[in-house]
């Protein structure tokens, strides 16, 4: 298990961002602009989260269980060692009681625009844990590798379960506390509903592998008419490409969520993690497997970055990392 945003957030607002014990601001601002902030604090567990750590044996909690709020204290550096190293006096029992009395002093300092803005941040962190969860954003690797590398084919109840991500984000009753945040999450929603499209046209529903949707190699053909096999070949390796500059284009919309979260929400979101990527399988002729990292860059970042997919196809080529190499279509250029 690990702690979830809405874990986070819940822990560091009621604390202060402060250590529970001393008092200390555990965020400090950065001494120049190109800094990002410091995080000098750490989350640090009443009863431990494995059992043969220090106050780890005596409790049958489940891994969620220990790593939820009401098992979490915020402590600065020194008092998180301390903690850990002087466990006959801080028992469990005293870091809850120690925890309480904190959070009390700090509600009480908490304004009402500093509770609303708590408030609508919870509700932001607890539908990105959901999004997290419902994307797949912890096996992204492996999917992307089945779905970049031909045929393209996706795991069934992935792709299944995506048809129903976008439903999900238009029913979120949103804050509008965090309009970037929002942003991104509904360019995450356009570039998937368009992946889902033009995946979905081609899809082959006589294999037998059910673990697998797949794309249909419909070049394939019974009769021997060669200018139509090489209309088909050419219409199905632009098919793949496009499926797979779509799949780096949702890479990309989900890294941008993240890099939202992160300048939004809380700061250390998916840090552990690191950035969302994609490894394709059996490229060029030495067959390597190459793994990149799809982002928007600079300009590309702000509003909306992803145009819809009449523009997208030819403005993909602008993007950092692309299939296919023909020459871009200009927009409104009827392809027939």
């Known amino acids: 298990m ?53 106050r780890g044996h005596d409790s049958a909690m489940s891994p969620k269980e220990r790593d939820g709020y009401t098992n979490l204290i915020l402590l600065c550096a020194v008092h998180h060692k301390q903690v850990d190293d002087q466990p006959g006096y801080y028992t469990a029992e005293r870091l809850r009681q120690i925890k309480k009395s904190h959070e009390e002093k700090v509600r009480k300092t908490l304004s009402a625009e500093d509770r609303e803005e708590q408030k609508s941040d919870l509700i932001y962190a607890g539908y990105v844990d959901e999004w997290v969860s419902r994307s ?24 299944e379960r995506q048809s129903e991500v976008p439903k999900w984000l238009i029913g979120r009753i949103w804050p509008h506390r965090r309009p970037t945040l929002e942003t991104a999450l509904f360019n995450y929603k356009a570039v998937l509903q368009d992946f889902l499209m033009v995946f979905g046209s081609h899809l082959d529903y006589t294999r037998d592998d059910s673990r697998f949707v797949n794309t249909k190699r419909f070049y394939r053909i019974e009769e021997w008419n060669p200018e139509l096999y090489h209309r088909l070949l050419e219409e199905y390796g632009e098919h793949e490409n496009l499926v797979c500059d779509l799949f780096f284009e949702l890479t990309r919309a989900a890294n941008l969520v993240c890099d939202r979260v992160r300048e939004t929400i809380f700061s250390g ?19 390597k497997d190459v793994t990149c990292r799809p982002e928007y860059q600079d300009a590309e970042r702000e509003g909306t970055p992803y145009p819809g997919l009449t523009e997208f196809r030819s403005i993909r080529y602008t993007r950092d990392f692309v299939l296919d190499p023909r020459d871009p279509i200009p927009p409104g250029v009827n392809e027939e």
């Open 136 to 159: 797949g954003l912890d096996d992204w690797m492996a999917t992307g590798t089945w779905i970049t590398t031909r045929p393209s084919a996706a795991p069934r109840g992935w792709y």
């Open 2 to 54: 690990a702690i979830s945003l809405r874990t986070h957030k819940i822990l560091w607002g009621r604390s202060g961002n402060r250590c529970a014990i001393c008092g200390t601001e555990l965020v400090v601002d950065p001494s120049c602009e190109s800094d990002d902030p410091s995080v000098v604090g750490a989350e640090a567990h009443i009863v431990a989260r494995s059992e043969s750590f220090t």
């Open 269 to 287: 979101f998916r840090l552990r993690e690191g950035a969302v990527l994609v490894t394709r399988c059996c490229v060029g002729f030495e067959m």
